[in-house]
C-alpha cells in the first residue's frame, strides 16, 4: 500500500470484527480480554489501530481499571508485518499514552504470567516500563473443601440495576478502595462488564450488609479465581474462606480439570487461604511492569 494510505486512530466497536481476525491469524498477540468483554472495551477505553487503508494490521488497547492507573489491555499484529511488530507496538503506545494522558492516567502497566519466558517483556523495559511487581501463580487440581467458613454469610448473585451506583455498586467499589491499591481497583464500568461476560459473581452479606465479594472465569476445562475481596473491617470472621469454598462449589459443578489463580507475591493473608484449600504455588513467576506517563 502506498505511506500516504497509512493512518493511526482511535478504534471503534465497529472495528471488532478486524480486531478479532488478528487475534485468530496474528503470530504476535497479547490478550487480556476475553472476546465477550472486547465489545465494552472499545466503548469505554481507549484503543489504537493502524490501517493500510481499511484494513487493520495492528492494534493496541488499554484498560482502565482506575484513574490515575490503566493497563495493556491487548496487542497484535497481522502476520505480514510480523517483522515489523515492534516499530508498530512503539508507534502505538505512543499514539495510546497521549490518549490515556487526555483521560487523567498517570501510569501504565502491563502484566504477564511468566516473566523469564515473556515476549514483550524486555520490549517494553527497553520503552521506559520499569519492575513494579511480582506474582505468584497458584493452581488446584481437586475440589475438596476444608472448612465452610462462617455460616451467618449469606452468598448470593451481584445485583448491578442499570441505574449507576445503585444495587451493589456503592458496597464493591468501597470493598475496592479499602482492599486494593489502585492499579488493582475495579470501577463501575469494570464490574458491570464483569458481571455481564463472567459465569459467576457473588457477592458476601454479614449482618444485612455487603462484605465481600468474588467472579470467576472458565475457559475450555480450566476454571480461573479472578478475585476474592473482603472488607478489611470484618478480617477474621470467616467471610472470605465462606467465598472460597462456594468458588470451589462452582468449579466442581463446571467439571473443570485445574483451578488456576495469580496474587501479589506480599499478600501473605491471601497465600495462606489459597494454601488452606489445597492450592499449590508453581514456580512460574508472574510480573507487573508501570511506565510513567
Known amino acids: 500500500m502506498a505511506p500516504g494510505r497509512e493512518q493511526i486512530r482511535l478504534l471503534t466497536p465497529d472495528d471488532m470484527r478486524a480486531i478479532e481476525r488478528l487475534l485468530n491469524t496474528s503470530e504476535y498477540v497479547y490478550q487480556r480480554f476475553t472476546l465477550e ?20 494490521y495492528g492494534f493496541l488497547l488499554s484498560q482502565i481499571l482506575s484513574t490515575p492507573c490503566a493497563w495493556i ?15 508498530i507496538l512503539y508507534r502505538l503506545l505512543e499514539q495510546l499514552a497521549e490518549q490515556l494522558t487526555l483521560r487523567g492516567v498517570r501510569t501504565l502497566h502491563y502484566s504477564g504470567n511468566d516473566a523469564e519466558h515473556d515476549w514483550l517483556r524486555a520490549k517494553l523495559l527497553a520503552r521506559g516500563f520499569v519492575p513494579y511487581r511480582q506474582l505468584y501463580a ?14 451467618q454469610v449469606k452468598i448470593r448473585p451481584v445485583n448491578l ?38 459465569p459467576y459473581f457473588v457477592v458476601a452479606e454479614l449482618n444485612g450488609r455487603v462484605v465481600g465479594y468474588q467472579f470467576n472465569a472458565l475457559d ?18 470467616g467471610v472470605g ?36 484449600f489445597g492450592f499449590y504455588r508453581i514456580q512460574q513467576m508472574g510480573f507487573v511492569l508501570r511506565k510513567y506517563l
Open 220 to 237: 475450555a476445562d480450566s476454571g480461573y479465581l479472578v478475585r476474592i475481596a473482603v472488607h478489611p473491617s470484618i478480617n477474621g470472621q
Open 37 to 56: 468483554e472486547l465489545p465494552d472495551q472499545l466503548k469505554h477505553y481507549p484503543a489504537i489501530g493502524a490501517f493500510h487503508g481499511n484494513s487493520l
Open 161 to 198: 440495576p442499570r441505574t449507576p451506583l445503585s444495587g451493589d455498586m456503592p458496597a464493591l467499589l468501597a470493598i475496592e478502595g479499602a482492599c486494593f491499591e489502585d492499579l488493582w481497583r475495579y470501577d463501575s464500568t469494570a464490574f458491570t462488564t464483569i458481571a455481564a461476560t463472567h
Open 138 to 151: 497458584y493452581d488446584k487440581f481437586d475440589f475438596t473443601i476444608p472448612t465452610q467458613g462462617n455460616q
Open 73 to 87: 489491555g491487548g496487542f497484535g499484529v497481522s502476520w505480514t508485518e510480523s517483522t515489523h511488530y515492534l516499530d
Open 241 to 276: 474462606t465462606c467465598l472460597m469454598a462456594e468458588a470451589i462449589r462452582f468449579f466442581a459443578q463446571a467439571k473443570v480439570a485445574r483451578i488456576m489463580l495469580n496474587t501479589q507475591d506480599n499478600n501473605t493473608h491471601a497465600h495462606r487461604l489459597y494454601e488452606w
